[in-house]
């Protein structure tokens, strides 16, 4: 009975994703207080300080420019590293079960706006040496991104590719790690 329960409560409940193939998160790298400094292609950069990491997940503040303007949001995620939310001033997203970024192979999410505005997402990636490449499709099976991020052995993202539908694409690399208290 007690096999027929643990098989229950891990395969059959809605956080399926225990069970997905990911790419590592380097949670032991990022205590509270660690700063990640990334450089964007056209100069910008952006930090992303880490505001808590409990065991129960972590939350990340990320600020700087984008496109010239000055931006400040929240990343909420799983302990797995896996984002389940992003919080800016004007809008916050929610992912449903979460954005499937770390995963390797197939994934679906479904994304949701404060406003109420609810999509669904399929994710299909592949990964080798390192490397991540991913495309996440609409409703209609169209292309709404691509990602290309290379991850160093730990999982901790180096360099990270992004190009949104109908435009150029976005790098940003990883410059620095600020410890805590440094």
């Known amino acids: 009975m007690r096999f027929l329960t643990i098989f229950v409560a891990f395969f059959l409940s809605p956080n399926a994703s225990l069970a997905e193939n990911l790419v590592p998160f380097p949670s032991h790298l990022l ?3 660690t700063v990640l400094t990334y450089e964007y ?9 880490v505001l808590s990491n409990d065991g129960n997940g972590f939350e990340i503040l990320q600020r700087g420019s984008r496109d010239y303007a000055l931006f400040e949001r929240i990343i ?10 992003l919080e800016e001033k004007e809008q916050d997203w929610v992912y449903q079960p979460h954005n499937c970024i770390r995963v390797i192979g197939e994934c679906g999410y479904t994304v949701s706006k404060i406003d109420g505005d ?13 490397l991540l490449i ?11 991104f691509l ?32 410890p805590p208290n440094d």
Do not use: C, H
């Open 31 to 33: 205590p509270v207080g």
């Open 118 to 130: 609810t999509y669904s997402r399929n994710y299909q990636s592949t990964f080798k040496n390192g």
């Open 76 to 85: 909420v995620a799983s302990p797995r590293g896996m984002v389940t939310k």
């Open 134 to 144: 991913a495309e996440v499709l609409d409703e209609e099976g169209k292309t709404v």
């Open 147 to 178: 990602y290309k991020i290379l991850y160093d052995d730990e999982g901790m993202i180096l360099n990270w590719t992004e190009q949104r539908r109908g435009k150029t694409p976005t790098v940003m690399k990883l410059v620095n790690v600020t």
């Open 41 to 49: 292609d056209n100069g910008q950069k952006s930090t992303r300080r």
